[in-house]
């Protein structure tokens, strides 16, 4: 009753397009480790992380430490215009692990705003409004990083103030490539960028902004040595390579970054999400020589917050002692692993990802067209079993999947085991009482 009370209250006063999972939405009451609790009185084994941002899990007593001291100086916030300890050592921790020489960073409050930072120098440095981004692309929703946003469903209206050009991205399938083993399509990949720089554009870009597994797309990789290839294209155009690690950074993949997968070393790097454990903080690091090149003055008044900083310092703490990445690549294999052992239908596709980034996708197991409302009904039957996945993907059929980089090995078979009975109910479902019981993981 309260929940739907509350959904009554939220439609009446914000805005439509910002969309809410399940017929009967959820609020979260509390959580512990990688369990929330809903107010409907349920538990529910968590997958979805606050979309990646939830990296340690719930009630983690090293961020309650980071908070509880930081409050207790009662100042939570003093603007960029004061020294901030937490900031520089943040920015120092954060400089030493981009790999970018001698580095420079600038803290934001959220992906976009980092996005439209990496644009906002780009252009500047390279005196260029052409960027050139990847079709399926998801990079925010502030003006310019919706202009790269190569996903129409999310461009949420269509002015831009940048030109763009659209790269292939990772997924072979889009432009009917999937014949191509992985040296032809990447060869194809960097052959269409030569040609887009050659014709497409005017004679000077100012960036490409790629990121390295495409997470709103329905976690799609880019092919191995794809955004290699991509980089050295650009190298000869002195173009610059923005890596867009807001989903992909601090170990998600398996590697600290999700571009050291593919050995570039990006001009700009934005982060967000996972590093504030839910504190909203985002930002660039970048070259120098980009990073400074800005005339004006140029602050953002929650960037770099003292307390989000705090515990973002925490979170890498936690992130390091603990080699989350290592732990992440192990699990995202384990759920692989599980799920393509006991999950046989021709619907659905093997899980697609790296490491705790990951997506099942739904097809019509004849025409190949997108799944969407499968993907949705097993949405909705995982909810009732206990867990909670995202929904999404380029065409809307992927339950996109990535707890948060603490889940134990148990908490994977669990949701595999979930996961695996949510789609063999459907199916025996659609198919009536001739269907064939659904197989169990034990
Ligand atoms: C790759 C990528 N870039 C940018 C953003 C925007 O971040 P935010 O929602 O914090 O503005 C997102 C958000 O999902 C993202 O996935």
Redesign the pocket.
């Known amino acids: 009753m309260e929940s739907s009370d509350l959904y009554d209250r939220h439609r009446a006063v914000l805005p439509p397009w910002v969309p809410l999972f399940y017929d009967d939405p959820l609020e979260i009451a509390s959580g512990t480790g990688r369990t929330l609790r809903g107010t409907d009185g349920k538990e529910y084994l968590d997958f979805y992380a606050g979309?990646?941002v939830n990296t340690l899990g719930y009630d983690v007593p090293e961020i309650r430490e980071a908070v509880e001291r930081k409050m207790r100086t009662g100042v939570v916030h003093s603007s960029t215009f004061y020294l901030i300890r937490e900031q520089v050592e943040l920015a120092e921790r954060i400089a030493a692990a981009s790999g970018i020489d001698d580095p420079v960073v600038f803290f934001t409050t959220?992906?976009?705003?980092?996005?439209e930072t990496a644009l906002l120098l780009a252009t500047h440095h390279r005196q260029s409004q052409q960027v050139i981004a990847l079709r399926y692309?998801?990079?925010?929703?502030?003006f310019g990083?919706l202009s790269v946003t190569g996903d129409r469903a999310w461009q949420a209206q269509g002015l831009s103030p940048l030109r763009v050009a659209y790269a292939r991205g990772g997924d072979k399938r889009n432009g009917g490539m999937n014949t191509l083993d992985d040296t032809a399509y990447v060869h194809a990949c960097a052959q269409d960028l030569r040609e887009i720089i050659a014709t497409g554009t005017p004679e000077r870009t100012a960036a490409m902004i790629v990121?390295p597994v495409q997470?709103?797309a329905g976690a799609v990789p880019l092919a191995p040595g794809q955004l290699r290839a991509y980089a050295d294209v650009l190298r000869q155009h002195e173009i610059l390579l923005i890596a867009?690690e807001?989903?992909?950074g601090w170990g998600r993949t398996g590697r600290y970054w999700g571009h050291q997968w593919h050995e570039v070393t990006p001009d700009l790097l934005?982060f967000?999400?996972g590093v504030g454990s839910g504190f909203p903080l985002?930002g660039v690091v970048g070259r120098r020589e980009v990073m400074t090149s800005l005339p004006g003055a140029s602050v953002s008044t929650f960037g770099g917050n003292p307390l989000a900083c705090a515990v973002a310092l925490a979170t890498l703490d936690y992130v390091d002692r603990y080699d989350l990445p290592a732990h992440a690549l192990a699990m995202g294999e384990l759920l692989r692993e599980t799920l393509d052992a006991h999950m046989k239908d021709p619907g659905v596709a093997p899980l697609r990802g790296t490491g705790l980034l990951m997506a099942l996708e739904f097809a019509d197991e004849l025409s190949g067209e997108p799944d969407v409302p499968r993907a949705v009904r097993v949405q909705e039957r995982c909810r009732r079993q206990g867990l909670l996945v995202g929904l999404g993907g380029a065409f809307k059929n992927c339950l996109r999947i990535m707890p948060p980089l603490t889940v134990t090995a148990p908490e994977v078979r669990q949701a595999a085991d979930i996961l695996a009975a949510a789609v063999a109910d459907d199916a025996a479902d659609r198919q009536g009482p001739l269907a064939p019981p659904a197989h169990s993981l034990d």
Not at 137 to 142: E, L, M, N
């Open positions: 979309v990646a959220s992906g976009s705003e980092a996005v692309a998801y990079h925010g929703r502030s990083a990121e997470g709103v867009d807001v989903q992909t934005v967000a999400k985002g």
